[in-house]
């Protein structure tokens, strides 16, 4: 292992993070010459007007805190249909809350969309194919509500017509071809679980709804064609999540992807996007560390399966993969050695036959290898397991922890796990129970118990380092960065004397102080604690990190931005200031943005700090720095 801190300016890892990351994210429906890309070019994400014919970019956005983001953290930023205009997330220092705004493809003066409603964390806008409607859900006043605005020939916009407000989590909507009904996802109070509303997007009305006696449902889009009112929903209802198409005019729902097409792969068959023609879905079967594209025929109800490619297509959200023009598939694609960028698949071989978006250069990394362990009751757990190319002697280690919980690390290029690598760490990611990808058992078996079965499986996996030899048990540090950073304070505290440190970004530490301060995204905790503070108080007692933090031993570093929506300030500072009255040992360092640090240069900057912390608290010869 190199035992100092590689801080030269043209250190390897630091020209990973600075390396351009550029990627498409849809193609317009009726003008498929014009797309949309994201790029870090700038060093912050920035929205990207894309020829599609030619590669051009253009760059269209200048915020300094990069583009605006939904609660999920994907860019929101959405292409009309005719390609005229990008509709996008405008929000203030990072904080996620803002208004939509739209500017011309050829860019031009910006329009606030909203201008009469009060500041809102936006996200999920859509249009009709038709292009005559638009609609999106904004959370103000602790309240989900659904809008929906019309788009005149000339592009002119109504002003947004309320359609449905909800204090439980609402998203949508999703419309049909010309824009007449809206379905929205939605849960009942105190439910971890979604049903399907159809609404009609004029008045609001409801005119249909769908439930699942067992199991949930997800919205994802609508039949691209005239005259089908039918939409792409998922259901958990089978243990999996499987796609099913209904038709709210009539109630008709046929369920997709046959036992026949899942069989040897097993796990979440996801919709993608409906070919224009409608005759075709494209799905993406995602079953742990393996995925691949499936064709499905609606006029047949048969399915054909995509050779599988190595690494990581798309993932959950539809944007990351969909049919573009001339037969062509359009993927986002990434692996633990290769940075994201859009390939381009034959739509009947699945052959890969181009690069749309892609790295100038590839640089040096290390792989990762799948490996899955026993918890303690043994339900086996999935991880990444990457090793450095030179290991040291004293076999120092990182757990990762991803943020969620309802997402998945697949095989991904991290600029951040490189680095630990690069200075001799073994490094671990860890897919815990709540994890996607896994089965709905494994997905839901947290749900009312926050915090419990998720350090169970952290603490497995530290096990398995010790026990194959990879870590020494006082050198394993824990890292994660939202709900991750929750994780990591909740198994300081819980799990005595096994980690020497944790790190924790965008961190909660107090469910109950967090809904308090009207987070963005308390609606979705609530489903998951199963109700409000007030009405199951022990609950949001026993699943907070602050509950414990009088025996949490090891150092804590925390970074947090002034502006985060999603984890509030001052419940952080709760938790910092706490713990010092104690005299335990933690630092905090703050940055004026939101969820997440969002410049290149920042990230860098974290690093730096994270790799003088593991260095302190493993004891070895700390240069100077920034502590």
Not at 253 to 275: E, N, Q
Not at 483 to 493: A, F, I, P
């Amino acid at each position: 292992m190199p035992r100092e801190i590689q801080l030269a300016d043209d250190a390897l890892w630091k020209r990973r993070y600075r390396q351009p990351i550029t990627y498409a994210v849809q193609i317009a429906a009726s003008n498929p010459a014009r797309g949309l890309a994201f790029s870090n070019r700038t060093g912050v994400d920035q929205i990207y007007t894309w020829d599609v014919t030619s590669g051009e970019l253009k760059q269209l956005t200048a915020n300094q805190e990069g583009a605006g983001s939904d609660t999920s953290g994907v860019p929101t930023a959405v292409l009309s249909p005719d390609g005229a205009y990008v509709y996008f997330l405008d929000d203030s220092g990072g904080s996620e809350v803002g208004h939509f705004k739209r500017m011309p493809y050829e860019g031009g003066p910006v329009e606030d969309i909203t201008p009469g409603l009060p500041d809102y964390a936006g996200f999920l806008l859509t249009f009709s194919r038709a292009g005559n409607r638009l609609g999106f859900t904004a959370v103000h006043d602790g309240v989900y509500h659904i809008y929906a605005l019309d788009v005149a020939a000339d592009g002119a916009l109504s002003a947004p017509r309320l359609l449905m407000e909800r204090a439980e989590q609402t998203l949508g909507p999703a419309l049909t071809h010309d824009g007449a009904l809206a379905v929205v996802e939605t849960k009942a109070p105190g439910a971890s679980e979604y049903d399907l509303v159809a609404l009609d997007a004029t008045t609001g009305e409801q005119v249909a709804m769908l439930s699942e006696e067992d199991g949930g449902l997800e919205y994802y889009f609508c039949s691209p064609t005239p005259n089908d009112p039918r939409c792409v929903a998922l259901t958990s209802r089978s243990g999996d999540n499987r796609p099913l198409l209904w038709n709210p005019q009539t109630g008709e729902r046929v369920d997709l992807a046959r036992d026949a097409v899942t069989a040897d792969l097993g796990g979440d068959v996801i919709p993608m996007d409906w070919s224009g023609d409608g005759a075709r879905l494209l799905l993406i079967q995602n079953a742990g560390m393996r995925n691949r594209l499936v064709i499905y025929d609606l006029a047949t109800h048969t399915a054909r399966a995509l050779p599988e490619i190595e690494g990581h297509l798309g993932g959950v959200e539809p944007g990351d993969v969909f049919f573009g023009p001339e037969g062509r598939i359009y993927a986002r694609w990434e692996s633990s050695t290769q940075p994201p960028q859009t390939i381009i698949l034959d739509a009947e071989t699945g052959e890969r036959v181009g690069v749309a978006l892609g790295p100038d250069e590839i640089l040096p990394a290390q792989p990762w290898r799948s490996v899955t362990f026993a918890s303690s009751d043994g339900t086996p757990v999935q991880a990444w397991l990457g090793m450095p190319a030179m290991p040291d002697e004293e076999l120092p280690a990182i757990i990762e922890l991803h943020g969620g919980p309802s997402y998945a690390v697949p095989d991904s290029y991290s600029p951040f796990s490189q680095c630990w690598m690069d200075h001799g760490f073994t490094y671990m990611a860890v897919n815990y129970r709540g994890s996607t990808g896994f089965g709905r058992a494994f997905q839901e078996q947290i749900v009312g118990d926050l915090g419990h079965w998720e350090v169970e499986d952290v603490v497995a996996a530290r096990q398995f380092l010790i026990n194959e030899g990879l870590a020494r048990p006082d050198r394993i540090l824990l890292i994660g960065r939202s709900y991750g950073g929750y994780l990591t304070l909740m198994t300081l505290g819980k799990a005595l004397g096994l980690f020497a440190g944790g790190i924790a970004d965008s961190a909660i530490a107090d469910f109950a102080l967090n809904d308090a301060d009207g987070s963005t995204v308390r609606a979705y905790f609530r489903g998951l604690l199963g109700g409000t503070p007030e009405e199951v108080p022990d609950r949001y007692k026993r699943s907070s990190a602050s509950t414990y933090l009088k025996t949490v031993f090891p150092p804590v570093l925390l970074f947090h931005g002034r502006n985060d929506s999603r984890s509030t300030p001052r419940q952080i500072e709760e938790y910092v200031a706490q713990m010092k009255s104690l005299g335990k040992p933690i630092e905090i360092v703050w940055y004026e943005g939101g969820h997440g640090a969002a410049h290149v240069d920042e990230l860098i900057d974290q690093q730096e700090r994270m790799l003088h912390f593991a260095w302190r608290v493993l004891l070895f010869n700390e240069p100077p720095g920034h502590f």
